[in-house]
């Protein structure tokens, strides 16, 4: 069976600083793998995935992660947040036998402070 | 173009009540997905739909939930009667098939709490 670990449940960070937050999985096969955000009431956002191909993944809002395959790893990065970054980022999997169950980590509380 | 839709957005009900939640999904998109998300979890799939058919209901409580689709395009998941450990916000997303690369997406919830 597949899991998604994300390491941090919260990191607090300054404005402008750079942020990783960080995300393993495990798995036997293939897998494709996301990162959503999900802002207060709101539902999830997706910022970025990673299918094939380059293993280093741009996405909205100034976010990108790097698949490595080695570490079973997919940590998201941004190199300098803002007040409006504030929110719940959700790592998930998806295994290329499983259909399109998407199978998501418990979710970092990425929280921006002036 | 509008977004996944959801209603209500919050619901607060009783204990051995019933609820009944209902998801639009975006127009042409063909599966649409349940996920339950306890507080300070990632979401936790319940029921994948493909066109009308259920193809994907092994993590949903049959003993007490139920969902249908009908025509293929609106959804409603009910529960029946609630318990307390139902309370949780129920999500809804939509795609346009199940390639690989059909982004899922995500309306914005129903917040159920059961009293």
């Known amino acids: 069976a597949q899991s998604v670990t994300q390491l941090d449940s919260q990191v607090p960070v300054f404005e402008e600083a750079p942020v990783e937050l960080r995300c393993n999985y495990s798995?036997?096969?293939?897998?494709?793998l996301f990162w959503y955000v999900q802002y207060p009431n709101q539902g999830l956002q997706l910022l970025l995935k990673y299918l094939s191909g380059s293993t280093l993944v741009k996405g909205i809002n100034g976010f990108e992660a790097e698949f490595n395959k080695s570490q079973t790893s997919f940590h998201l990065r941004k190199p300098s947040v803002h007040i409006s970054d504030t929110a719940e980022y959700f790592c998930a999997v998806r295994l290329e036998t499983s259909g399109s169950r998407l199978t998501f980590g418990e979710g970092t509380q990425l929280t921006v402070n002036p | 173009e509008a977004g996944v839709v959801q209603s209500p957005r919050y619901k607060i009900i009783e204990k051995k009540q019933p609820v009944a939640f209902w998801c639009n999904p975006i127009?042409?998109?063909?599966?649409l997905y349940w996920y339950l998300q306890n507080l300070g979890q990632g979401p936790e799939l319940l029921i994948r739909y493909e066109n009308e058919e259920a193809v994907d209901d092994s993590q949903l409580p049959k003993d007490r939930f139920s969902a249908e689709r009908l025509k293929g395009v609106d959804s409603t998941l009910k529960i029946q009667p609630a318990e307390l450990g139902d309370s949780a916000v129920y999500l809804c997303?939509?795609?346009?098939?199940?390639?690989?690369?059909?982004?899922?997406?995500f309306g914005p919830g129903t917040r159920l709490t059961v009293l």
């Open positions: 127009s042409g998109h063909n599966t």
């Open positions: 997303a939509s795609s346009l098939g199940t390639s690989f690369t059909d982004t899922q997406y």
């Open positions: 798995s036997s096969v293939s897998v494709y």
